[in-house]
């Protein structure tokens, strides 16, 4: 049951067309995904439709069994929101790849690893979120999409704006918001919902806009998005950040055969007119003027990794160049070179959980692979004998399960599914010890 409030004021906003809204938020939902490009994984058993704004993105006619599919495990693809990958859009017209990037609310990573694949190996993003309980499928989330680009942070929108100023060319805030646009998907949200919950989203908002505002460099580009229809979330915060944070509105293109409403300003996805949840989505860009460049902050300590473990490391990637290493106790850390000092200040003034990704662990006298670096693109498979596993048996990999080797070299061995790399085992003659997280295992299929 749609809240009576929430009919009333769609009928006020929207009319008699407000109907066909109510029809289709008691539909089903639509399922999508969008491709990693660690393999071409379009062999669902069911047919599938591109989504028409972005290359990657697909419509599943029917929902399937994700859990029981190693290849979503391996991060192949990511099952995401069809409207929220409009956020490209905004990506290809104002961004440049080679741009440092924050997605301030970015849990539970879609939009992150979207924004990861469209900077590649020439920027950076800082992919935060506040709420620590959720840092975790962020984290694990980024780690399987597999691009090093990444840290991983948990602060506050002031954080940012107070220790990171005129730092970030480009800052995506996803806004939490009264969640309207997930009735279709999400039932609990009906509950949750009430119009004093609209007006706290809305003040929340504002309050996130003017904390980070400062950490957006004059002349940056901000994406403001939510999953709400109401204008108090959407178009009025969009007229006051144009008016008292000082930016200019940009229009995003689109094609008028998908269904997407232009507002003023931004643009409306609505259930009843295209297929996808509810989604809003406004540009910026901030009005441009002389500023301080961002002052990077030497670490506290000189980064370190032990030389012998980091030769041996080295031969683990296809380009070892590219790579920066950190060592913490005993862990060790990949991450872009291009970025060195700027991630190392970050650390240093900053709450960083994840800088690139996790690639040695010292065991004994000696150092063994992470999970993550058999996640990360950039790895060289050549490095470790593979062995490829038959479903069965890589989803009893993925339950944490021992393993019987059946010809299969002693020592650590990288297992696959399908060619695609799933995480690390060890032959230690009569098992195969699993290495795969615990804390990612199959809990229930």
Known sequence: MLPIEFLDSMRQLLGAEAEQLFRALDGTP???????????????????EEVPWHIDGYYLTERISFTTDPLFHAGCYYVQEASSMFVQQALDEYVQPDSVVLDLCAAPGGKSTLISQFLGESGLL????????????????????GNGNVVVTHNSAADFGERCPNLFDCILVDAPCSGEGMFRKD?????????????????????????????LKPGGVLVYSTCTFNEEE????????????????????????????ESFPGYHFYPHKLKGEGFYICAFRKHAEPFAPYKIKEPK?????NPEYEKVMRTWLQHPERWAMRQNDRFMTAYPMAYKALIDSLCTNMTCVLTGFGIGEERGKGVSPQHSLSMVKDFNRGAFPNVDLQREQALSYLRTETLVPENVPMGTVLLTYEDVPLGFAKNVGNRLNNQYPNEWRIRNL
Not at 126 to 137: G, T, Y
């Open 30 to 48: 639509i399922t999508s995904i969008r491709l990693n490009d660690k393999k071409d994984v379009l062999t669902f058993p069911c047919d599938t």
């Open 187 to 215: 039932p609990e949200a009906r509950k949750e919902w009430s119009i004093k919950n609209v007006k706290m989203c809305a003040e929340r908002q504002r309050s996130i806009l003017m904390d980070v505002w400062e950490a």
């Open 234 to 261: 959407n178009e009025d915060n969009a007229q006051w950040i144009s008016e008292c944070l000082g930016a200019e509105v940009l229009p995003l293109h689109y094609d008028p055969s998908w269904g997407i409403e």
């Open 126 to 145: 800082v992919s935060n979120e506040v709420v620590r309980q959720r840092l975790f499928i962020l984290s694990e989330n980024i780690q399987k999409w």
């Open 301 to 305: 300590r000189p980064t370190f990794c």
